[in-house]
């Protein structure tokens, strides 16, 4: 399965916030409330995670991303 999201700050961050809650079991990410209910791992940034796009924030980001989520959504991911 894929996750789809945007963040406005620094990728490597956001990432972190993500590790941190799903290493407490925090359920403020929907990402880690994901892999917690799914009982899935973690792993690094880099072997789990890939930038589709980079832009500034507004409607563009917002539409790409309503785009990517679709896209998984019609393959059943």
């Known amino acids: 399965m894929k996750y789809v999201g945007q963040t406005?700050?620094?990728?490597r961050i956001?990432?972190?916030?993500?590790?941190?809650?799903f290493k407490y079991g925090n359920?403020?990410?929907k990402f880690a409330t994901?892999?917690?209910d799914n009982r899935h791992a973690i792993d690094q940034v880099e072997n789990i995670m890939e930038t589709m796009y980079v832009t500034n924030k507004g409607k563009l980001i917002d539409t790409l991303e309503r785009f990517?989520?679709?896209r998984e959504t019609k393959i059943n991911n």
């Open 8 to 11: 406005g700050g620094p990728f």
């Open 14 to 21: 956001r990432f972190r916030e993500h590790l941190r809650d």
């Open 27 to 29: 359920r403020k990410s």
């Open 34 to 36: 994901h892999l917690l």
């Open 68 to 70: 990517y989520v679709y």
